[in-house]
T-cell receptor
Framework: GAVVSQHPSRVICKSGTSVKIECRSLDFQATTMFWYRQFPKQSLMLMATSNEGSKATYEQGVEKDKFLINHASLTLSTLTVTSAHPEDSSFYIC????????????FGDGTRLSIL | GQNIDQPTEMTATEGAIVQINCTYQTSGFNGLFWYQQHAGEAPTFLSYNVLDGLEEKGRFSSFLSRSKGYSYLLLKELQMKDSASYLCAVLDSNYQLIWGAGTKLIIKP
């Protein structure tokens, strides 16, 4: 069964709307979670590293005021896309750090965000 | 800078064998991973190599040569469901995954 749950799986909304995506580790505690973005036919791009109880670390070029990350508990991280615009339409994937070198990350199923 | 190279697209025939190559240049090395990703889905873990040599897992095998900065994923007895993108990723010295752009594999009957 899935060890990381990501919700919702698909969002379609109007431009200017803020969208919240949740990422939960189901049967383990994840002090560190990652948020990725993937455009069609491109690889995963790390947006930010989310650490429980502290501020997220954003990758260069990612607007922290645009993509708000909250990691308030050991099993939940949220990504809020604020005032979303069509260019924010993408596939967003979260993952949780396992602490195991043999399989370092468990991925959520992803969220397809479409801004009209 | 850190760089991972793999072919953009490959085509193979059902029942055949295909080898997907990956070369890397990273700051440190703590393992190399192969993931499979179907369109519109999250990646799924296939294999992990940290020592040189071949790791076999059913129809899939993965090879690593650390001195050459090279890995390949070998898929045997190809099935139509193997049509997907295959992502090579390296765990660097900071234990961060560095991703390749992925190889789209097209299987033809």
């Amino acid at each position: 069964g899935a060890v990381v749950s990501q919700h919702p799986s698909r969002v379609i909304c109007k431009s200017g709307t803020s969208v919240k995506i949740e990422c939960r580790s189901l049967d383990f505690q994840a002090t560190t979670m990652f948020w990725y973005r993937q455009f069609p036919k491109q690889s995963l791009m790390l947006m930010a590293t989310s650490n429980e109880g502290s501020k997220a670390t954003y990758e260069q070029g990612v607007e922290k005021d645009k993509f708000l990350i909250n990691h308030a508990s050991l099993t939940l991280s949220t990504l809020t896309v604020t005032s979303a615009h069509p260019e924010d339409s993408s596939f967003y994937i979260c993952s949780a750090l396992t602490g195991l070198e043999s399989q370092p990350q468990h991925f959520g199923d992803g969220t397809r965000l479409s801004i009209l | 800078g850190q760089n991972i190279d793999q072919p953009t697209e490959m085509t193979a025939t059902e029942g055949a064998i295909v080898q997907i190559n990956c070369t890397y240049q990273t700051s440190g090395f703590n393992g190399l991973f192969w993931y499979q990703q179907h369109a519109g889905e999250a990646p799924t873990f296939l294999s992990y190599n940290v020592l040189d040599g071949l790791e076999e897992k059913g129809r899939f095998s993965s090879f690593l040569s650390r001195s050459k900065g090279y890995s390949y994923l070998l898929l045997k007895e190809l099935q139509m469901k193997d049509s997907a993108s295959y992502l090579c990723a390296v765990l660097d010295s900071n234990y961060q995954l560095i991703w390749g752009a992925g190889t789209k594999l097209i299987i033809k009957p």
